[in-house]
């Protein structure tokens, strides 16, 4: 037998049990990945809660849960080629990943992904880059990102923030980022300069950069984008990914699908190098997994959270 996170209704982290399963194995033209961690996105409990967001992603209840993995593959079937058993993996699994065995086809049929992990990455932070380093890499693609910008980033402390809030500063742009007032000295350490989001935003950005931002990444709801079109930012320069299809103002909506194939692999190099780093908020065993998920719900976590299988 195996263990599976699986929900047969739609709700909250309550629905969430831990089940034994049958021992799942791999069949012509698929891998088999030993899970030894999964992180945690919004998108993960969103899908579990309402039935429209599953339907966008085809997911039906009863379901497994979550995306982001990593692990190392111990199956292989006939007619699979480009793995061998051994090869440590990581990579996204639609309400498959928190899950002690998952099932891959070769090729993954989208928005499923697997890839290598890069020798001096451990599992725990690989499970943290498909969903949030994909997607921040898409936002500031978006806006032009480019040397010498000074880009607004709404939720810059939330699990996409941490990885955009870097990459910017990598890019050599100055980064302002919205904070709640517990979370101002963690963005310093990340190279951000903190401004209190809420009522006033635009006039304590203007106090913070009286020369003016030139750009903007809403990770959060609509506040910072409505705040960058405020301050006269071209809609075409300001992006958001939690805003639905139809953002304020006629800005940017987009997401990790929208990354650049050499995304993960500049983020992977930068987190061996020391450039980058994946703040872990918190660790769960699965068993507690609507625990994690309670805690990440809240919205109010530096960084990321990562189940432990």
Do not use: C
């Not at 880009?151 to 100055?174: D, H, K, P, S």
């Not at 984008?225 to 139809?246: D, S």
């Not at 997401?255 to 190098?273: E, F, H, N, V």
Request: avoid cysteine.
């Amino acid at each position: 037998m195996s263990r599976a996170v699986v929900y047969e209704s739609f709700g909250g982290p309550e629905v969430l049990e831990v089940r034994e399963v049958p021992e799942p194995h791999a069949g012509p033209g698929e891998v088999r990945i030993r899970v030894m961690a999964a992180g945690l996105n919004p998108m993960d409990w969103i899908v579990a809660a309402t039935p429209q967001a599953a339907a966008a992603f085809g997911v039906t209840v009863p379901a497994g849960f979550g995306f982001d993995f990593a692990g190392v593959i111990d199956e292989i079937g006939t007619g699979t080629t480009g793995f061998t058993v051994g090869t440590r993996v990581y990579g996204g699994a639609m309400a498959k990943a928190a899950a002690d065995h998952l099932i891959l086809p070769i090729p993954p049929t989208q928005p499923d992904a697997l890839f290598r992990t890069p020798d001096g990455i451990t599992d725990e932070v690989a499970a943290t880059l498909p969903v949030a380093g994909m997607t921040a890499a898409a936002a500031l693609t978006a806006i032009g990102l480019r040397s010498g910008d000074t880009v607004l980033i709404g939720g810059a402390a939330g699990g996409v923030g941490v990885f955009a809030v870097q990459l910017a500063t990598l890019a050599g742009a100055r980064v302002i980022g919205t904070a709640g007032p517990d979370t101002v000295d963690f963005l310093r350490e990340l190279g951000a300069e903190p401004v209190a989001y809420g009522p006033g935003l635009a006039d304590r950005v203007w106090a913070t950069a009286p020369g003016g931002i030139t750009a903007a990444a809403d990770l959060f709801g609509t506040e910072t984008a409505e705040t960058a079109l405020a301050l006269g930012i071209p809609p075409e320069r300001i992006v958001t990914i939690a805003a639905g299809p139809n953002p304020p103002g006629g800005v940017r909506a987009t997401g990790g699908s929208q990354a650049g194939p050499d995304d993960l692999r500049r983020i992977t190099d930068a987190i061996r190098s020391g450039a980058l780093t994946v703040p872990i908020a918190a660790t769960f065993p699965l068993e507690r997994i609507a625990d994690a998920v309670t805690l990440q719900a809240g919205r109010h976590i530096h960084g990321k959270i990562v189940i432990t299988v």
